[in-house]
């Protein structure tokens, strides 16, 4: 390997780094702060080192990894929503569990296997990536809490996540005999031969997609979602819901990109299908919902469902650039709305000690008790509905522009209606916080940490920072793609 | 001036809220100088703008012709940039909007307890939300300001509403946001079909005449068309308003009724008709259809009510319903009418909102089944309620008399038959609002409730907008000049209008 090589896989050396300074220090010394800050130290100086990184893109490192300014860019971002995972848990995981220091080392492992997706160009280094962070989340899920409910999740996850890796690499596997190779852009080149046999490439993709569409919660396979979020500790849905789903799809619009799956139509709209299905069941079923991170669950899975129209869009090469832009844009606002959202949950369920499940009473005049909290979540609600000023709303307006200039009627009637399904839920939250002082008895108050507070005003400052002023991102997503 | 009244508005909110801190008198103080700050800056920036400009007639592609105009770059890689104009017609309306909103600050004086400062920042940032709907240029700039003053309005609603404000809030930014949300849609469509080599732009003056024809130029109308019939709100999505206006605090109720309505009616004149002068014309018929139903079903609704907002609040619907006539007719007289309708319907159900407001600070009721007699014990009340009573029954010498009987008048040319139907309405609104009277003011005494009458804080905001009502009805010749420009300059955008919609109304006469 060339230095320059080393250089543009920087962000995950200083990880890797990270991680095992974090094992001796808790090998050595056990200090829950000491960790926390040793995790968050190296996720920072592994974004920082994505800058520098940059400096020799685009450039392709052995068969596994590329690294281009797309990649890095992700890599930053998940990189930094670690970074701000971490924050956020320090303080909730000193309240729920004894012993908690290797919490940071998965968050730390976790945050690697999605920057290697971010990497990744093989589907060798896909599985990697994705097992890395998988696996990661089970610990994590179950991790800081003895009771029923996070063990439940954690197996649940880790039951459904294992099939639905089995089968992804079934597909690899199915795809490899049909084409020989496992990169991505020869798979491309292979795959543009005529004299390919149908039937094991339909079994692969379709076997593919659907793994693929497992890790991302897509309706049909999003049954786990509510459970596994519900069930383990918030900063981890929070990651889970944004990191860990942003990675996979980063991934996927590589894999698409690179090897040209766009060629098949049916595929395509076969993820079309899924996108409406998405945005209407996820949207209809966070209404039923009275528990805050159930709600979350099922809206995170109308985003992806919102996020997956991009690949109908990508079909005409002529809206290619804006659909690619737009998928980008709406990634970043959704992690960090999503960070944001389910961080203030852990600032909210620090304040009620023990209580793990977030009502929506248990919200219920949090404008009064706790204004600065609450102000967050506002914005944080605004912005998953898609209300203008935030960074939502101009990641939906680009959806709206790219759907618009493709003509995809059908997805932006489902964008539509789920988005107006969608403005219910989200305000009955705000409505919740907004009730009378006095009609909230059970709940027990606890002046939450400055750090989470800091964080917490840091992400939605940069959720308004998106949505006012987006143009220098615009630019620099128009520059890179 | 305008960015700079908008963020007047928007930090002077910002100070009432925290003003709470030194004193709980004090926000209402800051709101009601935050508003005359915003008058004076306005009529300062007016005084500045020389005479002549006042008469030419504008052209709303030539930022010239504006009598203010100012662009910035905002979001180049969409061509969207912070443009705000202001002609004859923005200015009456953010006149309207400024004087509204210092009479919403003076009926919520001392109703509201339970966070002072917050409520007087919502109410103060609603105005900014609106001013900025009324000055914007650039189709996402407007689409922006319609959707976020909404927010500070939900607020108002679900804080500091009656007892089912959780309801009535919810369905209030449903209605208005989903049907955003078709409006941005049809924003988004019409800017990109009218970009020209990947140069897309949501400029108001660039987007005119570039509206698809066919079934596309109907379907894009109709996201802005129902988008603004919600706000106005024209029959059928009417439902929210009542549920709205009933929960509402009193100031929200004035603001809603007062200048919230007069946006969507502001966004048909402005942007829905000019930007789709073929749709419009074929929807005319169906627009105006709908005019008339709101006209006479809001009548008789208002009439079944007991509840005094819920009376009023139907009023609007059917008062709202002329404005719908007015602006489809699209002749001088009607428009004329509209603009004259927008502002007086704004001043007298704003009146009659802070009544019922009054009435219900004092009674806590506002079922009119439980008043009676009110006239022996605050006459100066009663006196108020008769004049915008008659006011809203459309009494000769008043605006509102003007409004309908141009309206009706303009229309006539066009749709007689349409005219005819209207015209009930003036026969209904007597019906209501001399009903409302007699079973709140007048009728046996009812010794049970002792009410003081209103005081001069009150009684200087009443005075106010009759003044107002009687200057719109006696010499309401200021208003047309200050919009004629602005209608001689809309108008050629939708040429052959009323002959196509003649020819569409069996028996019309062009």
Not at chain 1, 28 to 55: D, E, K, P, Q
Not at chain 1, 139 to 156: D, F, G, V
Not at chain 2, 128 to 149: K, T
Request: proline share 4%; with cysteine; aromatic share 10%.
């Amino acid at each position: 390997m060339t230095a320059n090589e080393f250089v543009a896989i920087a962000p995950l050396l200083v990880m890797a780094l990270g991680a095992t300074l974090v094992m001796l220090q808790i090998a050595f010394l056990r200090s829950v702060r000491l960790t926390g800050i040793v995790a968050i130290v190296s996720l920072l100086l592994a974004s920082a080192s994505c800058y520098y990184a940059m400096t020799v893109t685009p450039l392709q490192v052995g068969a596994l990894l590329h690294a281009d300014a797309y990649g890095l860019l992700f890599c930053t971002l998940f990189t930094l929503a670690g970074a701000v995972t971490c924050g956020l848990s320090l303080d909730y995981i000193q309240h729920h569990g004894d012993e908690p220091e290797e919490y940071f080392l998965l968050l730390i492992l976790a945050t690697l296997g999605a920057c290697i997706l971010a990497y990744a160009v093989h589907l060798a280094s896909l599985l990697l990536g994705l097992e890395l962070l998988s696996v990661s989340l089970y610990a994590l899920i179950a991790y800081p809490n003895r009771s029923a409910l996070p063990l439940e999740a954690a197996t649940k996850y880790l039951v459904l996540s294992g099939a639905a890796s089995a089968t992804l690499l079934f597909g690899f596997a199915l795809l490899y005999a049909a084409t020989g190779t496992l990169s991505f852009s020869e798979l491309g080149v292979e795959l543009g031969r005529s004299d390919m046999g149908t039937a094991l490439l339909m079994a692969g993709g379709a076997m593919i997609l659907t793994g693929l569409a497992f890790k991302l919660s897509v309706v049909p396979f999003h049954l786990w979602t509510p459970d596994v979020y519900d069930g383990a500790p918030a900063p981890v849905s929070g990651f889970l819901a944004s990191v860990g789903k942003a990675a996979v799809f980063v991934v996927l619009l590589r894999l698409f990109l690179d090897a040209d799956l766009f060629r098949y139509e049916m595929l395509v709209k076969l993820t079309g299908l899924m996108a409406i299905l998405s945005m209407l069941a996820g949207n209809l079923l966070a209404l039923l919902q009275t528990n805050v991170k159930r709600m979350l669950a099922y809206s995170s899975i109308a985003h992806v469902g919102y996020l997956l129209i991009v690949l109908m869009i990508c079909l005409d090469l002529g809206n290619r650039g804006i659909a690619l832009e737009a998928a980008v844009f709406y990634l970043i606002a959704y992690t960090a709305t999503t960070l944001a959202a389910f961080g203030l949950l852990t600032l909210i369920n620090e304040s009620q000690v023990e209580r793990e499940q977030v009502q929506l009473q248990h919200v219920s005049g949090l404008f009064w008790r706790q204004p600065l909290l609450a102000g967050l979540m506002l914005v944080a609600m605004l912005s998953l509905a898609g209300i203008p000023l935030t960074a939502g709303f101009i990641g939906k307006f680009y959806l709206f522009s790219a759907a618009a200039s493709g003509g995809n009627w059908a997805l932006l009637a489902a964008l539509i209606a789920g988005s107006a399904i969608g403005i219910y839920y989200y305000l009955r939250v705000v409505f919740y916080m907004t009730r009378g002082a006095d009609e909230h008895r059970h709940t027990v108050d606890l002046a939450p940490n400055w750090s989470g507070k800091v964080l917490s005003c840091l992400l939605i400052a940069s959720i308004l920072l998106l949505g006012i002023m987006p143009q220098s991102l615009m630019a620099y997503l128009g520059s890179i793609l | 001036m305008m960015l700079e009244l908008i963020l007047l508005l928007l930090v002077g909110g910002a100070v009432a809220w925290q003003s709470e801190r030194i004193n709980p008198n004090l926000p209402r103080w800051v709101a009601m100088a935050t508003v005359c700050l915003g008058l004076i800056l306005l009529m300062s920036a007016v005084a500045d703008i020389p005479s002549e400009k006042f008469s030419i007639t504008a052209d709303p592609t030539d930022a010239q012709s504006w009598l203010l105009y100012s662009r910035h770059e905002w979001i180049p890689r969409f061509g969207i940039s912070l443009e705000f104009g202001m002609d004859g017609l923005s200015l009456l309306m953010l006149l309207l909007t400024l004087g509204l909103g210092a009479v919403a600050i003076i009926s919520s004086w001392d109703e509201i307890e339970f966070k002072p400062g917050l409520f007087q920042a919502n109410l103060v940032w609603t105005l900014a939300g609106v001013v900025g709907v009324f000055l914007s240029l650039d189709l996402f700039l407007f689409f922006l300001f319609w959707e976020v003053m909404l927010i500070p309005m939900y607020l108002l609603i679900a804080i500091w509403g009656h007892e089912n404000r959780g309801y009535a809030a919810m369905k209030f930014f449903i209605f208005t946001q989903v049907s955003g949300l078709l409006m941005l849609l049809s924003i988004v469509v019409l800017a990109i079909q009218a970009a020209d080599d990947g140069n897309i732009s949501f400029s108001y003056g660039e987007l005119l005449g570039s509206a698809p024809g066919g079934t596309a130029g109907m379907l894009t109308m109709l996201g802005f068309f129902v988008a603004f019939t919600v706000k106005l709100p024209g029959f059928p999505f009417h439902t929210w308003l009542p549920d709205a206006h009933t929960q509402a605090p009193t100031a929200g109720s004035v603001l809603l009724a007062g200048i919230l309505l007069k946006t969507g009616a502001y966004g048909l004149l402005r942007f829905c008709i000019p930007l789709f002068p073929e749709a419009s014309m074929q929807f005319a018929p169906v627009a105006m259809t709908l005019g008339v139903i709101g006209i006479i079903y809001g009548a008789i609704l208002a009439f079944a009510q007991t509840d005094f907002k819920r009376l009023v609040a139907y009023s609007s619907v059917s008062h709202m319903g002329f404005v719908l006539l007015g602006l489809y007719a699209w002749n001088s007289l009607a428009l004329q009418g509209a603009i004259m309708q927008m502002v007086a319907h704004g001043v007298s159900t704003a009146a009659l909102f802070m009544m019922a407001g009054a009435l219900q600070h004092r009674l806590h009721t506002r079922d009119m089944n439980r008043m009676g007699g009110l006239w022996h014990q605050a006459p100066r009340m009663g006196a108020c309620a008769m004049f915008f009573a008659v006011a809203s029954l459309g009494l000769p010498g008043l605006g509102n008399f003007v409004a309908e009987f141009l309206v009706l008048a303009g229309l006539f040319a066009v749709a007689p038959w349409m005219a005819a139907a209207a015209a009930i309405g003036l026969i209904t609104a007597a019906v209501y609002s001399l009903w409302m009277m007699q079973q709140t003011f007048q009728g046996k005494p009812n010794d049970e409730h002792k009410m003081q009458d209103f005081g001069a804080r009150e009684m200087s905001a009443m005075v106010v907008m009759i003044i107002a009502l009687l200057w719109l009805g006696l010499y309401p010749q200021p208003v047309f000049d200050l919009t004629e420009p602005v209608l001689e300059g809309l108008q050629p955008l939708v040429a052959d209008l009323p002959s196509t919609i003649a020819a569409t109304i069996a028996g019309g006469t062009p």
